[in-house]
């Protein structure tokens, strides 16, 4: 089926989240147009649908003839306290803001990421789809917002997922029925480069890297795209970099500066965001109470270098 009125019609009123102006913008539209066709007073001819499909796909328009399966994304870095769960929170949740239907999962066996939204011993998890074959468990945990739980349990599945043939491809298996059903899906790497960690980048169409900007994070930055290569060099060649992005930033510290501009410099081949996450009471606050940035404090700047980074995302 070849994009039409209808389709775009049905997409908007289901998306109204999007700037009809931004859209015709982007798609070098006459100003109006959009507003005019969602009344039916005009139709869009072959030449408008022509422009818009590419940037209506890359909001998440799917049907059937035009699919866009899910792009999965694992975040990753090779230790805590980053701010990786954060991340994972708060890139999920200002991309549901967006109108984007977005599946986070919880790689973690320390289950940080489900215990965010007060998830802390799920009768099912995703232990049960690695190991036992049963469909993946997820809930939907805000408007367009969805978390398949982890706990203490998925420390087991490492043993297991050795021991098993597919054991290195288990979750790529897990979330292809879901790869129509959601627009974005979010890795929550546990903090290791082990089994588990393997998997989401096999899984994953891109990964980002969260870097707090420390002398040890950049010794760890290597051992990290180590295992990038081998990855792609084995079972997942198409595997790109979405982009490093830096956390926990005090700008006012020289050493943060200089470890930022050192990476800007050494790796000008990896896409770095623009945007950084800035230090912020506010996001640790929000932790605290299984709250994310933009319920908690919506006009912090933790909201706002998160926000920033989302646009970043979608429009690459």
């Given at each position: ?123 099912e998890q995703l232990y049960d789809a690695l190991i036992h074959n049963r ?140 945007s950084i996450i800035r230090s912020n009471m506010a996001l640790s606050e ?31």
């Amino acid at each position: 089926m070849d994009l039409n009125n209808k389709i775009v019609i049905n997409f908007l009123n289901e998306n109204n989240a999007l700037s009809l102006s931004a859209l015709e913008k982007e798609a070098g539209l006459s100003s109006g147009l959009l507003s005019k066709v969602l009344k039916e007073e005009r139709n869009l001819n072959q030449a408008h649908l022509d422009k818009l499909k590419p940037v209506l796909e890359k909001y998440g328009l799917k049907n059937k003839g035009i699919a866009k399966k899910a792009k999965i994304i694992a975040m990753v870095n090779h230790k805590g306290g980053v701010g990786k769960t954060t991340s994972t929170v708060n890139l999920g949740k200002a991309l549901s803001m967006q109108g984007f239907k977005v599946l986070m999962v919880d790689l973690d066996p320390q289950g940080n990421l489900s215990q965010c939204y007060g998830i802390e011993e799920p009768q099912e998890q995703l232990y049960d789809a690695l190991i036992h074959n049963r469909e993946l468990p997820f809930e939907e945990v805000a408007e367009n917002l969805f978390l398949s739980p982890s706990d203490v349990d998925l420390s087991q599945a490492d043993l297991e997922l050795h021991q098993r043939p597919d054991g290195y491809i288990r979750l790529k298996k897990v979330l292809l029925p879901q790869q129509e059903e959601f627009d974005y899906i979010l890795l929550d790497c546990p903090p290791s480069l082990g089994i588990l960690t393997s998997n989401a980048l096999i899984a994953s169409d891109s990964f980002i890297l969260i870097l707090q900007p420390e002398t040890l994070a950049i010794k760890g930055l290597n051992t990290i795209l180590r295992t990038v290569d081998q990855i792609k060099d084995g079972l997942n060649e198409n595997l790109t970099v979405e982009g490093i992005l830096f956390t926990l930033v005090d700008k006012r510290t020289i050493n943060h500066q200089t470890i930022m501009n050192y990476v800007h410099e050494n790796f000008p081949y990896f896409k770095i965001f623009n945007s950084i996450i800035r230090s912020n009471m506010a996001l640790s606050e929000a932790s605290m109470i299984s709250q994310t940035i933009f319920d908690y404090a919506p006009r912090s700047n933790g909201a706002k270098d998160y926000m920033a980074v989302t646009k970043e995302l979608i429009n690459e």
